[in-house]
């Protein structure tokens, strides 16, 4: 017998009754994407308020890597609840804080000191002021396809108009944009005895040249594999060489290590595949197991030129999400985590590449570890994104029991993000929905209904 387990329509009448209330009260910005209302969530599997189960290859979006519910997780937060919940770090101190800090600057590459926040934007915007205040100047330079979160600093550098910034303006000044070395979609026509990697590099000369000296450029993050964008893996040169340049330039380089990091592209942080150490990392998601946390962590002599007080919150780094996160890297230890990032890729990359041969609207299977991706195209040669299709595939997966997320700037890729506790059985379960799911809408994807589809077409 396998996972899932459907034992009404999908959403069933307790969930609906729920998502008619959130649509008479909650504010519709936040329409969840999701047909049911989740009551359960353990290792891979979600369970709804109707009775049914479902694989979930979307990780509460890449937070639960150790897997929901984490027996030693949760025992470590209850041990904290049991203690106290809250003092605020900055006013009266407690060990965890320290202790992961401590623990943390020993797994990623470059760093000697950490500060904690509460979510992925949060950290972002205060790597941007740390950067600013080290090097007294104002710019930043961001990607196309980025996507660093939704608060100003943060939506500055998010390169995604709709729905994220529409109606917002204005955002963050002295935010600069170069493309990223996307394999699928060059942004460059290179020329032989340089690599694609460099080539894009060199892409930032011509920002330097033509829209910002570099001089008066604090910061450059990117994302090491891009995530939102559509988990675009650039060239193992593309990060040492934009290192070389900030280096070159005194610019403070940034990796953005929210999605990519504890484990999803099979090592713990995702600059590991390329060697280079970044002057600050962000992390957020999988650190805490869904506890709201997130950090910035980096070299001593860039965390500390803010001075005292300027940096904090009445949150940030609370003990209930400090004791999760040390639990978090416990499960870490072993490695198999890591080693099941791997093979989890692996099998998602494998499978797909076969359906590749069978559905023309398969244009790529990329992805690190388990930091996996299918990009889907009308048009092999144009690689006109299907969107719309994506939708219907989600759509009708979630109503067959696996719950899997889009990406991309056309929303044209599907995202596995699945926590890396998912067994064998579950995965390839999953994938059999899944792949279902698109030989079903790619059969049925004839140019009239692409188009009446697409005039209904809502964002994901
Ligand atoms: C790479 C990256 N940076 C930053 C963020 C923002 O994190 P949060 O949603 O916790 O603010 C995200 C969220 O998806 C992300 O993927």
Known sequence: MGAIRLVTEVPGPKSREI??????????????????????ARGALLEDVDGNTFIDLAGGVGVMNVGHSDPDVLAAARKQLECFVHTDYTVAPYAAYSELAGRLVELVPGAEKAAFFNTGAEAVENAVKIARSYTGRKAVIAFEGAFHGRTWMALALTSKTRPYKQGFLPLAGEVYRVPYANPYR??????????????????????????????????????????????????????????????????????????????????????????????????????????????????????????????GGTYPGNPVALAGALAVLERFESGELLERSERIGETVRRRFGELAGEVEMIGDVRGLGAMSAVEFVRDRETKEPAGEEVSRMLRL??????????????????RFLSPLVITDEQLHEALEVLEGCVREVAAGASPEERSAADSLANPI
């Open 19 to 40: 998502l008619q209330r959130h649509e008479r009260y909650v504010a519709r910005a936040l329409a969840p994407g999701f047909p049911a209302v989740i009551r359960a």
């Open 186 to 311: 060059p942004p460059v026509v290179w020329r032989s005895g340089r690599s694609f990697g460099e080539a894009c590099a060199a892409l930032l000369d011509g920002i330097f040249a033509e829209h910002v000296a570099a001089e008066d450029v604090a910061a450059l993050i990117v994302e090491p594999v891009q995530g939102e964008g559509g988990f675009v893996v650039p060239p193992e040169d593309y990060l040492p060489a934009l290192k070389r340049r900030c280096e070159e330039h005194g610019i403070v380089f940034i990796a953005d290590e929210v999605q990519t990091g504890f484990g999803r592209t099979g090592r713990m942080f995702a600059v590991e595949h390329s060697g280079v150490e970044p002057d600050l990392v962000v992390v957020a998601k999988s650190i805490a197991a869904g506890f709201p946390l997130s950090g910035v962590l980096g070299k001593a002599e860039i965390m500390d030129a803010p001075v005292e007080g300027a940096m």
């Open 397 to 414: 997966a979630a109503e067959r029991g696996v719950l899997a997320l889009p990406a991309g700037l056309k929303g044209n890729c599907i």
